[in-house]
Every structure is written in C-alpha cells, then in structure tokens.
C-alpha cells in the first residue's frame, strides 16, 4: 500500500503588498541596520538583518511575523547563501535575542500583538520606537524578559535605554535613533556619517600627498638654489686676482 505524500508547504518570502512607511521610518531602519550589520561584522555568530519574515512554527506559513530590526546570537551569517527568510526549526529553535520595532500609524494596533507574540517566543529585548513621536509616550520604549514576561526598561536622565543584550544605548537622536557603546562611548555611525568619514579622510590623505609633494618640490629647488650658490662661491674663489 502507497503512503500519500504529505503536501509541501509553501513559506513565501513576501506577502506581496508593497511597505508602506514614511521616508523618516526608512531612514531609521536604514540607520539601525547599518550600525548594527557593521558593529557585528566580524562576528561570525551574530546575524543581524530586518524585514525578512521570520517564520517559527514549522508547517504552519500564517505563523509568521517580520520585524522591522532583529538580531540573533548563534545564527552564522550564511553569506555564501543568504537567507530569503529565516525559519526557526532550521536555525536549531534560535529566535531573536533582540528585536526592534517603529512605530507608524499603520503598525501601532499590531505593536501590542507582536509585542505579546516576541514574549511568547522568548526574545530576550524588544524595544518600540516612534520617530514622529505620535503614537508611543515615551516614543522609545524598551522590554526585557524575566521570568518569561515582559518588563519595561527604565529611562535614563537623557531619555536612553541600556540594551543588556547588545551593551548597547539607544537615544532618540531628532527623529533618528541613535547607538552607543556603553563601555566605550563609541557613537555608532550611520550610512551616511560613514560615508562623510571615509570621503574626509581621503580628501585629508589628497591634501597631505598634495602637501607633501609641494614640501618636496620646495626642497628640491631649495637644493638647487644651494648648489647654484655654492657653484658661484667655488668660481669666485678660483678667480684670479
């Protein structure tokens, strides 16, 4: 007797609807993916990435959810095969040690389920953020687990929350959020600071080639200047009287 073959499920990579988020919102995720994939670089059991749908229950493709910023401790990068979505069964039951989500007008009804559903899953920290600051008082927000509930974080004086997970600050910054190392006070740069930095430090490298090829053309004549002079000492010298 045949045993029918259990029907394949399909987990799609996207839902088909384009995102919808203000320019501020994807600035923001921008921002946050940047410093992070860049802090974590040479880390090579931290997978960092954002709005990939994450699925965490295995033949069941409605158990599905897609931060906007998630980070997962013993992922491997895949980089020779990136991940077109990340299922959890596949990744040895490893959910996301921290997840970041902002707040919009289209998203504030679903914060309140997410945030229930990352606390069912056992992700370590959750932190809200809500740039045009709307919506969420504070507009960041963050949560830690303890005892399989969620806490809140408390604020700092300047308005920061502290990130056990990572070591990490994060301060709303206008509406842009920013990173910082606790231990360093290393500022984590954006796209866009990182690429002023690498263009001001080659036009400083062309500036000191320039400099340098200057100081050296003035030494050269300089020499020269010398050995014309000297040249005319030695012809004085060997006049005759």
């Not at 309140?112 to 370590?124: D, S």
Request: aromatic share 8%.
């Amino acid at each position: 007797m045949s045993i029918p073959l259990q029907n394949e499920i399909h987990y799609p990579e996207s839902d088909g609807r384009p995102m919808g988020e203000t320019q501020i919102h994807a600035q923001v995720l921008e921002d946050l993916r940047f410093a992070l994939v860049r802090r974590y670089a040479d880390v090579p059991d931290v997978y960092v990435w954002g709005n990939l749908f994450l699925y965490y229950r295995e033949g069941d493709a409605r158990a599905c959810v897609a931060p906007d910023i998630f980070l997962v401790r013993g992922a491997g990068k895949r980089e020779d095969n990136p991940r077109r979505t990340y299922k959890v069964w596949e990744e040895g039951g490893l959910v996301p040690s921290l997840v970041i989500e902002l707040t919009s007008e289209s998203t504030r009804d679903e914060d309140i389920g997410k945030k229930k559903l990352y606390e069912r899953l056992g992700v370590e920290e959750l932190f809200l953020f809500d740039p045009l600051g709307d919506y969420l008082r504070p507009r960041l927000q963050g949560y830690r687990l303890e005892g399989g509930r969620y806490q809140p974080l408390p604020l700092k004086t300047d308005g920061a929350l502290e990130s056990l997970t990572t070591g990490l600050f994060l301060k709303p910054e206008g509406s842009r959020l920013r990173l910082q190392d606790k231990e360093t006070g290393e500022i984590l740069l954006w796209a866009q600071e990182e690429a002023e930095a690498r263009q001001a430090a080659e036009e400083g490298r062309r500036a000191a080639e320039a400099s340098a090829k200057s100081e050296a053309k003035a030494r050269l004549a300089a020499e020269e200047r010398v050995r014309a002079l000297e040249q005319e000492l030695k012809r004085l010298r060997e006049r005759p009287e």
